[in-house]
């Protein structure tokens, strides 16, 4: 079956430590994305990419890494920088280009900074 | 101000009565929106695209009102399964950025 795969679900990470949550698709997208939902809060957007080994900056990209070397990959590195890093992590995917085209999810990774 | 912005609610009303919630956006430019559902806990999933025309699936009416840039959904004959969170997404800059909504909070009680 065809998805998108994040993983850990769950992570706990002490400050100063850097951590990578990994994203897998197998849907042929080119365009891959990472967002960050707090509590009661909507998405806001880390960064983006939409093709290999290009990305750019989304609305809250200080802290965070990204790097986009195969087209089925998108891995995000939360870095020591990033002051509040507790947060729901999804990553995201969909055909590039054009202005339809729906977004598939994956399950999230929950990350709590202890 | 924020590209697209919704009123977070909550909207809490009785099972089997009409709800409705708006979305505006501020980039002109924005081409295609979406609305997404959220249970909690859980990964975002597309409810319905939005076109110029509006557009019907069931019980839910997605319209879109370029003029006042605004989208709005509504619901119909309410169920208790509708209690979610409704995200409004607008696609902007040349196609490439998908922008969220803060969200609106949707409680249906029997």
């Known amino acids: 079956d065809g998805g998108i795969t994040q993983s850990p679900k769950y992570l706990f990470r002490k400050e100063g430590q850097n951590v990578t949550l990994s994203c897998e698709q197998n849907l042929n997208h080119d365009a891959m994305y990472w967002y960050r939902q707090d509590p009661g809060q909507g998405l806001r957007l880390i960064y983006y990419s939409q093709i290999v080994n290009d990305f750019q900056k989304g609305d809250i990209a200080e802290g965070y890494s990204v790097s986009r070397e195969k087209k089925e990959s998108f891995p995000l590195t939360v870095t020591s920088a990033q002051k509040n890093p507790t947060a729901f992590y999804l990553c995201?995917?969909?055909?590039?280009?054009?202005?339809?085209?729906?977004?598939?999810f994956g399950e999230g990774s929950r990350l709590t900074v202890l | 101000r924020k590209e697209v912005e919704q009123d977070p609610g909550p909207f809490n009303v009785p099972e089997g009565a009409t709800v409705a919630f708006n979305c505006t956006y501020s980039?002109?430019?924005?081409?295609?929106f979406f609305w997404y559902r959220q249970d909690c806990r859980k990964e975002p999933k597309l409810l319905m695209s939005?076109?110029?025309s509006g557009n019907e699936d069931g019980r839910f009416t997605a319209q879109l009102n370029r003029a006042s840039q605004y989208i709005s959904l509504l619901i119909r004959d309410s169920k208790l399964s509708d209690s979610a969170t409704y995200l409004c997404v607008g696609i902007i800059q040349g196609a490439q950025k998908l922008v969220f909504g803060q969200g609106t909070r949707l409680t249906i009680n029997p």
């Open positions: 939005v076109y110029s």
């Open positions: 995201a995917s969909r055909l590039a280009g054009g202005y339809t085209g729906e977004l598939f």
């Open positions: 980039n002109s430019a924005s081409q295609s």
